[in-house]
């Protein structure tokens, strides 16, 4: 089979009877479970795989891969409404969507966001389809020096991108990357701050930790300072008014497709690179539209850059990461580790095999991507009004309820109560920070890349020895790295010098 | 109100008088007893993993052998020993069994690494589902082609492993020391798909793994097999020469084989099927049987062929035996599983 044959077959097949409809259900599938914060993309894997051992391989791939798809456009709009991820992938983009509804624009927001997602998608689903042949030898280039060097560029990003000062930024995330240190370390077996408690022993759980977080946090300031969600807004949009922010929104998102595409090449880059993961790619993206736009001031304050471009790459990533697990059966996250367990289900096999024999369901996954998004974008639509009416609720009622499905999120995972406590835990935490002005989004960040830090800095020590760092691509990375990192402390050491004259005159 | 808490009061007397009174207990009560009633199923690792999908398979198989229905707890942690020890804990009203990786938590037992708190020999075993067949490949790029290269091509072998204790890493350092292979184990990869990837990149040249899993990147051409633990190996082990082979080759063979024999007794525990000790006989004899017949029902059979799983089934009474093998070592054997376990060789 050519890849042509495979393009028009995947698409027939697509669009099928027998696949459409699976395609349809898991999509509004993913968009539910996103909008519920504390379920992710791999609760909402997980649950399909189990529906697979009787369905066709297409329809098999539709069904758990369009879940998978729209898990990150429906936690847009729970991080815009409510102030909470839906999904970890969206904590950046709550760096901008809270201020912009707070600013009665929630509709932009919705729509900007929904779009940039179907377009981040479509962006990494056709650069999929172009990089198949040549996967290998790129992912080839990246071994353990590679991503440890990778992972701290993504932290300096990090430390940089926040509305935060960059001190705090930069103490959040190492007090991130410790917290990744917790429980049994994979390379020694020794219990590292676990202070004799099993429930520490894994580690702390990434949904229980992001869930308090941002939620309960959101929870703990909403109740202190009573009223409803939209500050801002007394009432809700009249229905009209938001489908007309709507199309606004979308309009937006069309309108910066410059930003879209280099924020979509931002996600598909880094999801190809295993271990690192959507969240990362949102926040690099959401460091890159701030850096690049002239408006640098108001992100932060309701910009809709900083809206679009980490929804496009949080979407873009798909296609990456996805590449790599097709091209080599590699997993680069642990939605993708379901996902390849669900080809196995389906009787698939990954590796050249699939990119010869079976090239017609790689472009089932293609289109998959593209449609599922697009069905989560016109449905997520008309979502919007009945959860934006939802933020106008008043908070004696909205926390509670709020709080209720937070600790159900926190329970799910991994069905333990101490995920519940460590959530609260982290909601005071949270709200600590956000008071004092330290970076929450530094914190998470520096907590999911602690993982692939440590693990790698192991592996290139072992491998390579300590000089691992003087190979081209890590050093390459190293000096961006430090030139970027030096850049901004020189840039606020000018403005510093620039501000410091003027104040005694005022 | 008050008149309903003395009927269900005299309700629940009634139950306990009957099944404190039960005639000596026969097959036909334990079939009674599970008839309709819902058997908590542990797997102790996330949904889609390797133990969960041997699992999802065998359970509507289960199901209809026992009459009860059969309901899946995720329950990871540790390593699966979480799980483990939950099953090890659980009720003795035989209504609670699970999966466990039955290698991995003998070699945590014997190290006695903290939360090992089970005895792998203590289970009551209703039978296994599969044992992996270990082998060693080497990559493509490596080289090496067969066992001889990897022993005269006078280069220290890097070999990569996942966590300490691992069944990679406990495998590679036991057969490395008894063979006396140049070798120096890099442990901390994540999954063996990780190694994978370092030995595309070059970064390792060997690993130890189950068949099953080799089994895709030797069909691709990425690696070769260049040694195995079958003393009778079948199919595409046919002609490779086993760790006997060359144990038996080498000064003080028939020690070397016996080290060998204690390792494959570590592996031919594999993923069995358990409920906690202390269930009572009838039950444990109904949930045997039930087992047995769903692993050789022929539609399931056809199912794990056709998704190309393996199945090696080994009932309850024979898994006991092997457990206790495993665990039952001589003491200089022991010693040295506990030090290739930790780390320490």
Same mark, same amino acid.
Request: charge should be negative; aromatic fraction near 8%.
């Given at each position: 089979m ?7 077959s ?14 349809f259900?898991?999509?509004?599938f ?8 504390g379920l992710?993309g ?27 798809a729209?898990?990150?456009?429906g ?37 900007a ?20 042949? =040549?996967?290998q ?22 430390a =940089? ?18 917290m ?87 996600g ?25 736009s ?17 929804e ?14 097709i ?29 010869t024999?079976?090239v ?11 449609i ?61 920070m ?43 990375l190293?000096?961006?790295?430090v ?20 104040d005694?005159?005022? | 109100?008050?008149?309903q808490f003395?009927?269900s ?30 058997? !908590?199923?542990i ?59 039955g ?18 020999a ?50 590679a ?7 006396e ?8 990869f ?17 690993m ?5 899993s ?6 691709d ?28 080759a080498?000064?003080n ?5 016996k ?13 069995p ?14 949930l ?21 799983r393996?199945?090696s ?10 457990? !206790?093998a ?5 003491p200089?054997?022991?010693e ?9 060789i």
């Open positions: 050519t890849i042509i044959e495979g393009m028009i995947g698409f027939f097949q697509s669009i099928s009877l027998a696949v459409f409809p699976y395609l259900v898991g999509s509004i993913g968009l539910i479970i996103g909008v519920i914060p992710s791999h609760f909402a894997m997980a649950m399909a795989v189990t529906f697979l051992y009787s369905m066709e391989p297409a329809a098999g791939i539709a069904f758990i891969l369009g879940a998978h729209t898990v990150a456009q936690g847009g709009l729970t991080a815009i409404l409510f102030s909470t991820p839906g999904t970890g992938q969206n904590a950046a983009t709550l760096l901008d969507g809270p201020a912009m509804r707070d600013k009665g624009e929630a509709g932009i927001a919705v729509g966001a929904m779009a940039s997602c179907f377009l981040g998608a479509t962006f990494g689903a056709v650069v999929l389809a172009l990089l198949i042949p =040549v996967m030898h790129v992912v080839l280039f990246f071994g353990p020096p590679e991503v440890f060097v990778l992972a701290f560029l993504a932290l300096t990003f990090v =940089v991108l926040g509305k935060e000062d960059m001190t705090r930024s930069l103490i959040a995330a190492l007090l991130g990357l410790l990744a240190m917790i429980g049994v370390d994979n390379v020694t077996n020794t219990h590292r701050f676990t202070f004799g408690s099993e429930n520490l022993a894994d580690g702390l759980q990434l949904v229980p930790v992001v869930l308090g977080l941002f939620a309960v946090a959101e929870m703990i300031d909403l109740w202190q300072r009573g009223g409803s969600l939209a500050k801002g807004v007394p009432q809700a949009l009249s229905a009209k008014d938001t489908q007309a922010q709507i199309f606004k929104g979308i309009g937006l998102a069309f309108k910066n497709w410059w930003l879209v595409i280099r924020c979509s090449a931002i598909t880059t880094m999801g190809l690179i295993p271990g690192l993961g959507s969240a990362p790619a949102a926040f690099v993206a959401y460091g890159h539209a701030k850096q690049s002239p408006d640098k001031d108001t992100f932060g304050h309701g910009n809709v850059k900083g809206i679009i471009g980490p496009s790459a949080n979407d873009a990533v798909e296609g990456g990461a996805l590449a790599s697990t091209a080599f059966g590699i997993p680069g996250s642990s939605s993708m580790a379901i996902l390849l367990s669900g080809l196995f289900v389906l009787g698939l096999e990954t590796g050249p095999q699939m990119l024999r079976n017609d369901i790689v472009f089932v996954m293609i289109f998959t991507i593209i599922g998004n697009l069905i989560g974008t016109i449905v997520g639509m008309f979502l919007v009004n009945p959860l934006s009416r939802a933020t106008s609720i008043r908070a004696s009622v909205m926390v509670p309820v709020l709080m209720a499905i937070i600790a159900t999120g926190a329970f799910a995972g991994e069905r333990a109560i101490f995920d519940i406590g460590v959530a609260i835990v982290f909601g005071i935490l949270g709200y600590l956000k008071v004092l002005n330290y970076s929450r989004a530094a914190l998470l960040i520096g907590f999911v890349l602690g993982f692939a830090v440590e693990k790698n800095l192991y592996l290139a020590l072992l491998l390579d020895g300590p000089f691992f760092i003087a190979q081209p691509i890590p050093l390459g190293t000096l961006v790295t030139a970027f990192l030096g850049w901004n402390v020189w840039t606020i050491y000018r403005d510093r010098k620039r501000v410091i004259p003027r005694p005159r005022n | 109100m008050r008149r003395l009927k009061a005299v309700a629940a007397a009634a139950l306990v008088a009957a099944l404190g009174m039960g005639a000596p207990a026969t097959a036909q009560d334990a079939a009674a007893f599970y008839k309709d009633s819902v058997i !908590k199923w797997v102790p690792y996330d949904p889609g993993g390797g133990y969960d999908e041997y699992s999802r398979m065998i359970i509507p198989y289960f199901e209809k052998y026992t009459g009860a229905r059969v309901d899946i707890v995720n329950m990871p942690g540790s390593g699966g020993m979480k799980g483990a020890v939950e099953i090890f804990n659980s009720p003795t009203d035989g209504l609670t069994v699970g999966i466990i990786n290698s991995a938590m003998v070699t945590n037992e014997l190290a006695e690494i903290e939360g090992a708190n089970y005895k792998v203590d289970y009551n075993f209703l039978g296994r589902m599969v044992a992996d067949q270990r082998v060693m490949v080497a990559s493509v790029q490596s080289g090496i082609k067969n066992f001889e290269d990897l022993r005269d091509n006078g280069k220290t072998e890097i070999i990569g492993a996942t966590g300490l204790g691992g069944s990679t890493y406990v495998d350092v036991i057969v490395g020391e008894v063979l292979i140049d070798e120096k184990v890099v442990h901390g994540d999954r063996s798909g990780d190694i994978r990837t370092a030995m595309l990149r070059g970064d390792v040249q060997t130890w793994g189950s068949l099953g080799a089994l895709k990147g030797i069909q051409g990425e690696h070769v097999v260049i040694l195995h633990g079958e003393k009778s190996p079948t199919g595409i082990l046919e002609g490779i020469p086993s760790i006997y082979d060359i144990a038996n080498m000064e063979g028939a020690e070397r084989v080290i060998l024999e204690s390792w494959e007794a570590l592996s031919a525990v594999g993923r099927v358990a409920a906690p000790p202390g269930v009572p006989e009838d039950r444990l004899a109904f045997r049987n039930a087992f047995e017949q769903a692993m050789n029902d022929p539609e399931f059979v056809k199912g794990a062929v056709e998704t190309e393996d199945l089934f080994a009932s309850g009474e024979q898994m006991n035996a092997i457990a !206790k495993a665990t039952d070592l001589t200089e054997v022991k040295m599983f506990v030090k290739a376990i930790r780390g320490e």
